[in-house]
C-alpha cells in the first residue's frame, strides 16, 4: 500500500497567488481530514470528510480556505489569496471509518512557504 | 484554547533514562491516541486507550487512561535514541470532535 500520498512536498509562493494541495488517500478509507501544523499553534484539525462529504469544517480559519473532495481517491485544499500567516505544514491524513477509535494515517505533508 | 495540554513541552535526557509525559483536559473524552512524529514525517498512531484507568504497554512504553478519562500519560523505559521525536495524545470528546495536544518534543542523547 502506498499509503497517504500529499503534492507537492514543498511549495513557495507570493502572497496574494493561489495555492491548491493535493491528497490521495488510502484505498478504500472512507474518512479524509486536512490538518495544518505550525510550531505556535501545533496541529490543528482544518476540516473532515466523510464518504466525500465535509462534516466539520469549523477549524478552516477563513474564506480565504476551501476544500473539496470531488470523490473517494482525491481531495484538495485551496487557499486563494494565500498570505505569509498561511506558511505552515499541511497534512492530509485518512481513516477507515473516521470514529475516535480509529487509527489516523497521515500523508508525509506539504512545507508551504508564503514570502 | 487548547482543550489537550501536554506537559513537558520540551525534554531532553540521556539514553537509558525513564521518562513521563503527560496529557490533561477539564473535558472528558470517549478515547484518547498516542501520535509519534519524527522530523519531515507525518505522525505515526502508538496507541488507543477507550477505558478509564486502562494501561497499555508496548515495549518500553507504558500508556495510562485517567479513570476520570480526562488525561493519560505516557513513559518510557530506559529511552534509546530511536524515541526521539515528537509525541501528540489526541482525543475524540464526547460531542465527536477530534483534538491533537500541544505536543511533547522528545529529545534522547546518546
Known amino acids: 500500500d502506498a499509503g497517504v500520498i500529499q503534492s507537492p512536498r514543498h511549495e513557495v509562493t507570493e502572497m496574494g497567488q493561489e495555492v491548491t494541495l493535493r491528497c490521495k488517500p488510502i484505498s478504500g478509507h472512507n474518512s479524509l481530514f486536512w490538518y495544518r501544523q505550525t510550531m505556535m499553534r501545533g496541529l490543528e484539525l482544518l476540516i473532515y470528510f466523510n464518504n466525500n462529504v465535509p462534516i466539520d469544517d469549523s477549524g478552516m480559519p477563513e474564506d480565504r480556505f476551501s476544500a473539496k473532495m470531488p470523490n473517494a481517491s482525491f481531495s484538495t485544499l485551496k487557499i486563494q489569496p494565500s498570505e505569509p500567516r498561511d506558511s505552515a505544514v499541511y497534512f492530509c491524513a485518512s481513516s477507515l471509518t473516521g470514529m475516535g477509535t480509529d487509527t489516523q494515517y497521515f500523508g508525509p505533508g506539504t512545507r508551504l512557504t508564503v514570502l | 484554547t487548547q482543550l489537550l495540554e501536554q506537559s513537558p513541552q520540551f525534554l531532553s535526557i540521556q539514553e537509558g533514562e525513564n521518562l513521563t509525559v503527560y496529557c490533561n483536559s477539564s473535558?472528558?473524552?470517549?478515547?484518547l491516541q498516542w501520535y509519534r512524529q519524527e522530523p519531515g514525517e507525518g505522525p505515526v498512531l502508538l496507541v488507543t486507550?477507550?477505558?478509564?484507568?486502562e494501561v497499555k504497554k508496548l515495549k518500553r512504553l507504558t500508556f495510562q487512561f485517567g479513570d476520570a478519562r480526562k488525561d493519560s500519560s505516557l513513559h518510557i523505559t530506559a529511552a534509546q535514541p530511536g524515541d526521539t521525536g515528537l509525541y501528540l495524545c489526541?482525543?475524540?470528546?464526547?460531542?465527536?470532535?477530534?483534538?491533537f495536544g500541544t505536543g511533547t518534543s522528545l529529545t534522547v542523547i546518546p
Open positions: 489526541a482525543g475524540d470528546d464526547t460531542g465527536n470532535q477530534f483534538y
Open positions: 486507550v477507550v477505558t478509564g484507568g
Open positions: 473535558s472528558v473524552f470517549s478515547s
